[in-house]
């Protein structure tokens, strides 16, 4: 644990460009509220152009550890940086990406750091005493914490669309280009295979049409594909589809990815609390199901009951005349 009084400065890290810019929309927010800098820490190779990209959506700085042996992510060679960064620089908040490879890493740095870490904060806050406040969906979506911290630096994990992405503005900002030591792995990537999913992440999916357990075979998804291609969205499911029928390799939901998209069409999906917390920030929900007290009608903007393998290509004929 360090200091209280000696930490200052608000950092923001993640594996993924985007929710880097999305977390320092928010750390902008509570920099400004601190009366404190912002800080971006970028690890990669090849990164210097990225880092002054950086400033303009926030950033007061920006510490780039450009190095070829940071490529690709590596959790002890990250985790030695940051932790070698934080132990030299104090920072009071760190904000650090909610993915696979950041909660992890934003776990095992705060164990080394000797400090608490919330995952998954879905709101940010400090109060009076410069504590930082962390709201997070607990219970299976049923409640909301909120968690405020003992120690410093103050580590949360943030989801992808949490906050949204800050538009750039031209600003100064410092890059500061660090040697870290790097530790060396235990571990070596033997092969790299681009995951097989769709181009756009469904997080950044303007529509989304999803189907439930309501699918009765795999091929079926295809009337889902049509629509998509109609409404120029993209397909999305519950979980029981990827880990029971094994029909997709991501979900929509709470331990899945959550969604904010202008429409979410949900086929077959009944609606229960864990899927709802993945889409309750979309902005228009329609619900297609052939039970009227399926709980989904509860959160629908606009609800059909019926069989959704006729609304679904009635629904589709309808928009393609419309849209013609
Ligand atoms: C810790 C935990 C985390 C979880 N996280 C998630 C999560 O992130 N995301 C998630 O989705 N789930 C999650 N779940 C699972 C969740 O509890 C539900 O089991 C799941 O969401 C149900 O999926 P479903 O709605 O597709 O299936 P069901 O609940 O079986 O619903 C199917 C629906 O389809 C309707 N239907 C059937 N046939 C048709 C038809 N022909 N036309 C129209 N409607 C039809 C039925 O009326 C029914 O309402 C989690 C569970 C746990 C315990």
Excluded at 41 to 56: D, F, H, M, P, R
Excluded at 295 to 318: C, M, R, S, T
């Amino acid at each position: 644990m360090s200091n209280m009084s000696e930490s200052k400065g608000i950092w923001v890290f993640s594996d993924t460009y985007d929710l880097t810019l999305e977390m320092l929309g928010k750390g902008r927010e509570l920099a400004n509220t601190l009366r404190t800098e912002l800080a971006a820490v970028l690890i990669g190779s090849n990164i210097q152009e990225k880092a002054s990209e950086l400033t303009k959506y926030g950033a007061d700085k920006v510490y780039l550890i450009d190095n070829p042996a940071l490529k690709n992510f590596q959790a002890e060679a990250y985790l030695s940086v940051l932790h070698n960064l934080a132990a030299n620089y104090h920072p009071e908040i760190l904000l650090i990406g909610s993915t696979k490879n950041g909660k992890p890493l934003a776990a095992r740095l705060a164990t080394r750091l000797n400090t608490g870490c919330v995952p998954d904060c879905t709101r940010l806050s400090v109060d009076e005493n410069r504590r930082l406040i962390g709201e997070r969906i607990t219970y299976g979506g049923n409640a909301i914490a909120k968690v405020t911290f003992k120690a410093k630096p103050q580590i949360v994990t943030v989801p992808s669309r949490a906050f949204e992405k800050p538009s750039p503005q031209e600003r100064n900002g410092q890059v500061l280009k660090l040697d870290v030591k790097i530790e060396e792995p235990r571990t070596e990537s033997v092969e790299r295979k681009p995951l097989e999913t769709s181009t756009t992440r469904i997080e950044e999916a303007e529509v989304i049409i999803s189907c439930g357990r309501g699918l009765e075979n795999k091929e079926d998804k295809a009337l889902l594909d049509d629509l998509a291609t109609v409404l120029c969205g993209q397909v999305g499911c519950s979980r029981p589809l990827v880990e029971d029928r094994k029909w997709f390799s991501e979900w929509v939901g709470l331990s899945g990815h959550k969604v904010k998209p202008k429409l979410y069409i949900a086929c077959g999906i009944s609606g229960v609390i864990q899927h709802v917390a993945g889409i309750r920030d979309s902005k228009l929900i329609v619900a297609i199901n052939k039970d009227p007290e399926a709980p989904i009608f509860e959160i629908a903007d606009y609800g059909v009951v019926g069989n959704l393998y006729e609304i679904v290509p009635a629904l589709q004929d309808a928009l393609k005349k419309q849209l013609q």
